[in-house]
């Protein structure tokens, strides 16, 4: 194959392994300045939605392009610095991002939570101890789905690239290599259904439009 043909295969292979990471990080900052900056009129918008996942791609490619000044042998071989640099990018970089972030995003919470209940406790309003209790839920309920999202995040993709990188180095079997992939096929699998569970609009929306196929 030509070394042209060679660059774009691992150009986009690159660009395929860290789509799903950025994803995430797409998601995050989106979720963040939604949070933080609720009072900013742009974040509102689905104008902010399409910057972020613009901003998403553009990230890929431009990140992606050390692949394309790359001597290759061949399209199938890989070289240490690459393997790691794949790793980096699509594990070790959007982590710390989506922790960071996400951190952030509980604290801003947290305070916002206890800023409400310092104002209830000093007025005389009913229904106090409803409005504590939604608010120590939506603590918690934040709480778990940041746990589960990075968890599901690192479990599902370190392994697969980990031992990509390895099998550079030495040889790994190919049953353990497969397992890898598989994982991160039940995790992104555990990670869409926690989503449709938790999300009541996408459940709403899936329902509906089930009754309308089944009504026409």
């Known amino acids: 194959m030509p070394q042209s043909m060679c660059i774009l295969f691992n150009y986009a292979f690159n660009i395929a392994s860290i789509q799903i990471p950025f994803a995430f990080v797409a998601f995050t900052v989106h979720r963040f300045c939604v949070v933080v900056y609720h009072k900013k009129a742009l974040f509102k918008t689905k104008r902010w939605v399409v910057v972020c996942i613009l901003t998403q791609w553009i990230a890929q490619f431009i990140i992606s392009l050390p692949f394309v000044f790359e001597y290759y042998d061949d399209c199938t ?15 070790i970089l959007p982590s710390l991002i989506n922790m960071v972030l996400n951190i952030c995003i509980f604290i801003h919470v947290r305070k916002s939570s206890l800023r409400v209940q310092a ?17 120590s839920r939506r603590d918690v309920s934040l709480l778990k789905q940041m746990i589960l999202t990075f968890t599901m995040f690192v479990i599902g993709w370190t392994p697969a690239l980990v031992i990509n990188t390895i099998d550079i180095i030495i040889f790994v079997d190919y049953i353990i290599q497969m397992a890898s992939v598989y994982l991160s096929v039940i995790c992104l699998l555990v990670f869409m259904i926690n989503l449709f569970i938790c999300n009541h609009e996408i459940r709403r929306y899936v329902f509906d439009s089930i009754r309308r196929c089944l009504h026409c």
């Open 119 to 135: 104002q209830q406790l000093s007025g005389i309003t009913s229904g106090i101890n409803h409005q504590q209790s939604i608010i």
């Open 77 to 91: 071989s890989n070289t240490v610095w690459m393997g790691i640099y794949t790793l980096i990018t699509a594990v």
